[in-house]
């Protein structure tokens, strides 16, 4: 059972904070995506990573960075956190293998709060 | 790029009837399409998803539908059920990348 973990439900942070935000997956998977949802506008892709240190921008990706070490593990960065990234982001992970069609296996999110 | 359209944004049926949510993409080139439910408070799951050199897969009171020449597939749920209640996201790939295109999801709610 593929397990995705995130390392915070909910935060809380004040603008102009540094967040960090953590995904680890357990099997062995080689892409990790970062998206944040908000009410009508569905998932939007922030960045993702196919291999380690190696990272693509997704749609949304300014006001981001991410870092991947380690295979299991993906972060997320708000260099300066602003109002409008108040959202829940989703950490998502699929085998890879140089393929795009296969099922995403979510975390369970963090909500974040931008004061 | 990809472009997924998705609808309607919200449906309510009662319980029993049938529920049918319909995407569209732009990629011709796109040929993996899979569908998400996210209950309240939880994360996306995958409970369905089709490929291209089918035009529809069943599962138990789940259905998908692939018209590769109009572009779209739709999601089907029939009898449907309280547990129904959730949000349904479709999904489609960038066929030369490595990233999937998500529709804006649809709140379905089944009174019961």
């Known amino acids: 059972d593929v397990k995705v973990t995130q390392s915070s439900r909910y935060l809380v942070k004040r603008t102009g904070e540094k967040v960090f935000l953590e995904c680890v997956q357990d099997?062995?998977?080689?892409?990790m995506f970062w998206y944040r949802q908000d009410p009508g506008l569905g998932l939007r892709l922030i960045y993702f990573?196919?291999?380690?240190?190696?990272?693509e921008k997704g749609d949304i990706p300014e006001g981001y960075s991410v870092s991947r070490e380690k295979k299991e593990r993906f972060s997320l960065i708000l260099e300066s956190a602003s109002t409008n990234q108040t959202s829940m982001y989703l950490c998502a992970s699929s085998l890879g293998m140089g393929s795009t069609q296969e099922t995403q296996y979510f975390g369970p999110g963090t909500r974040l709060l931008v004061l | 790029g990809e472009n997924v359209e998705q609808h309607p944004s919200t449906l309510s049926v009662q319980e029993g009837d049938s529920a049918v949510i319909k995407c569209t993409y732009s990629d011709s080139a796109s040929n993996y399409f899979p569908w998400y439910k996210q209950e309240l408070g939880k994360r996306p799951q995958l409970i369905i998803d089709?490929?291209?050199?089918?035009g529809e897969k069943k599962d138990q009171r789940i259905a998908v539908t692939l018209n590769k020449t109009a572009k779209h597939f739709s999601l089907h749920i029939t009898e449907t059920q309280p547990e129904d209640s959730a949000v349904y996201f479709c999904a489609a790939p960038l066929y030369n990348n490595n990233d999937m295109r998500f529709g804006a999801g649809t709140r379905l709610t089944v009174k019961p």
């Open positions: 099997m062995d998977h080689e892409n």
């Open positions: 990573s196919y291999d380690v240190k190696m990272k």
């Open positions: 089709i490929r291209s050199n089918v």
